[in-house]
């Protein structure tokens, strides 16, 4: 017991009479201290089996007894003495020292196959949400408690439907393609016909234009010929008048000139009648025989006026 647990008095300035006194006090708990350190000893190294979960537990709480016991005198014993109480803190606290772990390491080995069956829990957990991941089907909160046949039904239900779903939607993608394809292949249509109803008016109003032009063209055209015709016929016509009118004048200036003005008149145009012919015979013989008679002429009428 003393290798288990020992408290020096010393230290809290305590008699040995009264260091004993209180030790007395707590040695059923260090008598049952070694007793369980012996169970303890003997757990420790078993290999783990359902039996030895349930030793560990049952000398968990024999541990858990005797510190709850220990604590217990240590809150009476502390009451009466200062001193006594850091003794007594000191006893405590040995104890826990004693114990410290071996709680732990029984619940741990108490609690073993609860780690397995929940860590299988949590794989079977995880397995079950990854096949339901994969079919687009949220986690039940059951998932972990779900018994084989439980969960084999539910994810045959979930997997129907969401090959259904998935079929359903492969489906309404077909058609909303199909019906786009529709829609552009008739938007396309209607842009052809369209873009050839909009050539069409185009050709029809060039047509329109350039018959309109030509039209206008001839219009011009005979307007312009009937224009040159009104001048011709206007230039003809003011000829005519401005002739007859120096016909007229020349008729009145000559009934107005007297005989020697006559003559000269006469002269005059026998001799532009001579520049107009002289040297236009091919012979020489004709152009002398012309020079000849032009000459004679102009000199009997120079002769007569003389």
Request: glycine letters at 2%; aromatic letters at 6%.
């Amino acid at each position: 017991m003393k290798d288990l647990v020992t408290v020096d008095h010393k230290k809290y300035d305590l008699e040995e009479n009264k260091a004993l006194q209180i030790a007395g006090i707590f040695q059923p708990m260090l008598s049952k201290m070694v007793e369980l350190e012996e169970n303890f000893n003997e757990i420790a190294i078993k290999e783990i089996t359902p039996e030895v979960c349930k030793e560990a537990r049952e000398l968990r709480l024999k541990y858990v007894k005797v510190r709850t016991g220990t604590a217990e005198i240590h809150k009476k014993q502390k009451e009466h003495y200062l001193n006594g109480g850091r003794f007594v803190d000191g006893w405590k606290n040995a104890q826990i020292m004693a114990s410290e772990g071996k709680e732990e390491k029984l619940k741990e080995i108490e609690e073993h196959y609860e780690r397995i069956e929940q860590n299988r829990l949590d794989d079977l957990r995880n397995s079950r949400s990854d096949l339901l991941f994969d079919i687009n089907t949220p986690d039940p909160e059951n998932l972990r408690s779900m018994t084989t046949e439980e969960w084999d039904s539910f994810y045959d239900k979930s997997a129907t439907a969401y090959e259904e779903k998935r079929e359903a939607d492969r489906i309404a993608e077909e058609a909303r393609i199909k019906a786009e394809q529709e829609e552009a292949a008739r938007l396309e249509a209607e842009r052809i016909e369209n873009e050839r109803i909009r050539k069409e008016n185009e050709q029809l109003k060039a047509d329109a234009e350039a018959a309109e032009a030509e039209k206008e063209k001839e219009r011009k055209e005979k307007q312009d010929l009937q224009d040159e015709i009104d001048r011709i016929e206007k230039e003809k016509q003011d000829k005519e008048e401005a002739e007859a009118k120096a016909e007229e004048e020349q008729i009145q200036a000559d009934l107005r000139k007297g005989d020697s003005d006559k003559f000269n008149d006469l002269v005059s145009d026998i001799e532009q009648i001579k520049e107009k012919y002289k040297g236009k015979f091919k012979s020489e013989k004709f152009n002398t025989l012309f020079e000849i008679v032009f000459d004679k002429i102009i000199e009997a009428f120079e002769e007569g006026i003389k």
